[in-house]
């Protein structure tokens, strides 16, 4: 069955705290922290972006699945931060993997769902054997206009799944997605920074889609939460994936594993891809999970997963848990924060 | 720098992955890519070979006048590595605090932007190394 063959996650090393945002703003720092449930944000420095998050990501999912890179038959980025308009981030990725030429690849943008969205593309080829490997990445450097509420929350990081049919790590028992046309969030062509429309975000966006989602992925396979030992949802803050949780049913147990952001920020793209990561570093063969993506514009995409015994063997998990890389970090100010994220005009 | 784009293109295989060269006849490897091998001259048979991707910090300095392009960097450090196979490669050190760099610190390769050709030209991403 097709599945995950490898996967790897990447966080920037700079954090900037809540804290230290609020206090260039004249705003309380605890209390939006505390309302957000976020601490820090993961911050790209001066010389990184997306492309550099995926490279990171996708060579360390390479790795674990001890695969040929020439066997990735496609492969594809999902981010809406893309270094260039108009040039694909897949194809450099592709040639800094050594995956080039025979393979087909292209860069998805869905909000934070675009990497999900890869996920779904590389099972529908690997499984008509179309493809024997699929690499879906999601990246991001998520930008916030200054002193807007979403410049506390937008982080950076990347994630990678390598998807096939041999070896997995976790089968993808089932996927199942729901989608409106709900203008929750948006950047225009050519526009700097995304606009969203404030608390809309939440019931009709964000609770609509991921509820809907995970509940329609119950009924197709006859499941209920009391069958998952995990479940991540995407996490554009620390409180809704606990709200969407609880409203389940899920004991917040089962989610502690892969919420990251409270740690991290809003890594877009990548977010609900790191936490099924961290999520991936510790269960157990037979276990199974619940991911369930979503993007703004908008939708989700809801995926069972049962891990195997083939995660248990050598070298199938990075090296380094996502819970203890995010460890390795470096503080730093507002100042240094618009530097390296080049809001300072001149730059 | 203005129409770089041949330039970076044509690096990008060994930018991207430290892809050098090897003479299958003296066994030597070299690091950027060499098209003949200046031990054997005409005996010599180059072919293309992934540069290992750790190694020690063998000498590094910091550069505070930076050239252009690289004016917002500053400080930052610069280094020159030993892979593991002995061969020697100039890199920007990042992600490393002041503390870690020290003459024989382990270093590994990353995936980092170079420079790029202002707002609207080609980026050149490549290799820097950390401190690990």
Redesign the interface.
Known sequence: MVGIVGYGAYVPRMRVKVAEIARVWGKDGGRIGEGLGINEKAVASFDEDSCTFAVEASRTAVKCAGINPQEIGALFVGSESKPYAVKPTATMVAEALGATPNLTAADLEFACKAGTAGVQACMGMVSSGMIKYGLAVGSDTAQGRPNDALEYSAGGGGAALLIGKEKTIAEIDATYSFTTDTPDFWRRQHAEFPRHAGRFTAEPAYFKHVLSAAKGLFERTGTEPKDYDYAVFHQPNGKFPLRAAKTLGFEEKKIKQGLITPFIGNTYSAAAMIGLSSVLDVAKPGQKILVVSYGSGAGSDAFKLTVTNEIEKTGRRPCVPVLKAIEDKTYIDYSAYIKHRRKIKSL | MKNATPLIWRN??DR??LLGSHCATCGTDYFPERVVCPKCRRKGKIEPKQMPPEGKIYSFTQVHAAPTGFE??TPYYIAIIELANGVKVLTQL??S?DEKIKIGATARM?????FEEGDEGI?A?GF?FKVV
């Open positions: 990008s295989a991207y992955n917002h960097e990042v992600d605090p990353c995936f980092r932007r170079v980026i991403y820097k």
